[in-house]
């Protein structure tokens, strides 16, 4: 299993990630080992789309990332939204 999850910080700015744990990389994210997130946080998982390999999941990915349009992405895909 695969997983393409959005995380977002307290600012409300949002991070598109894809993991085979996604709870591992929560705690990542929170711990400042990620680079791109470091000194962002603190991080909460508010979206988590499996599938079932990993080149769905980085094909789904690249797309959200492409999209990056926060209104849309929540009105297409609310099903995937944990809040």
Sequence with gaps: MYSVYIIESKSG??????SD???QR???HNSNRSLY???KGPW????QRDFETK???LRF???LKKTRN???IQREYKEFFLR
């Design 70 to 72: 926060k209104e849309f």
């Design 61 to 63: 990915e690249k797309l």
């Design 55 to 57: 080149a769905e999941g």
């Design 37 to 39: 997130t470091r000194f």
């Design 13 to 18: 700015r949002w991070y598109y990630g894809s």
């Design 26 to 28: 929560l705690k990542d």
């Design 21 to 23: 744990d996604v709870v």
């Design 44 to 47: 909460e998982l508010i979206f």
